[in-house]
């Protein structure tokens, strides 16, 4: 929105009405984040794309486009899925928690008025005075769990016979937050990935442009720190 419409928006909206239009405009963000850095994988990765493509070419009906009953039958885009929602997850560093009560966790005294962040991407030992940075090693860039952890790899939350491997912990534990805060509307929010990404991969090819010499474009994997709003 331009920011005479934004203003006109807020301007005239009934509060409740643009608190649940804000929400969602907040997470359709962060699914195009989401999308964005998929597609940034698929274009470093074209074997990945031939996968996926192949995996859609055999399930769906020419003439159609995937839909949902589809899901089952396409465990490759499933595993892409959550492998970009783990890879470059979109809120690194998770919503802070202020404790209410003193409180203990595996014998570490938290008390009242602690910042509690959720780490969900780096690596840190480091404790600021009422800080708490939950999970020492990142949760999912953690190499115990997921082996490689920088590289992108749909394969890993595949069995070998190409099924969802249940062992395999599964991204949505960390990526759209913990406990009574948590993303009311994850579920939503996966399919809305699993859907675009079925989609492009069927319809488009996924391949690195090339400059006026014919050379290919190498990219940039340069991100912008920012609150998605």
């Not at 939350?157 to 969802?164: E, M, R």
Request: hydrophobic share 40%; proline share 7%; glycine share 4%.
């Amino acid at each position: 929105m331009t920011p005479v419409l934004l203003s006109s928006w807020i301007r005239y909206c009934k509060p409740s009405a643009l608190l649940s239009d804000l929400r969602l405009l907040i997470k359709f963000k962060q699914t195009v984040s989401a999308i964005t850095s998929c597609i940034l994988a698929l274009l470093e990765n074209p074997e990945i794309v031939h996968k996926a493509q192949a995996q859609l070419d055999a399930v769906i009906k020419p003439g159609y486009l995937p839909d949902f009953t589809d899901e089952e039958n396409l465990p490759y885009i499933t595993a892409l899925t959550m492998e970009s929602l783990r890879w470059r997850d979109v809120v690194p560093i998770a919503i802070p928690r202020c404790l209410q009560v003193d409180d203990e966790y595996k014998g570490y005294r938290i008390p009242k008025g602690s910042i509690v962040i959720p780490n969900v991407w780096h690596v840190s030992e480091s404790l600021l005075p009422q800080t708490i940075l939950i999970n020492l090693r990142a949760m999912l860039h953690d190499e115990d769990v997921y082996p490689d952890p920088f590289t992108f790899k749909p394969e890993r939350f595949l069995t070998k016979d190409g099924k969802i491997d249940e062992t395999i912990r599964d991204p949505r534990h960390a990526c759209f937050g913990f406990g009574r805060r948590i993303c009311p509307g994850r579920h939503m929010a996966f399919s809305a990935v699993w859907i675009a990404l079925a989609s492009i991969l069927y319809s488009f090819n996924i391949e690195k442009a090339k400059d006026e010499s014919g050379e290919t474009m190498e990219l940039s994997h340069e991100y912008i720190s920012a609150m998605i709003m």
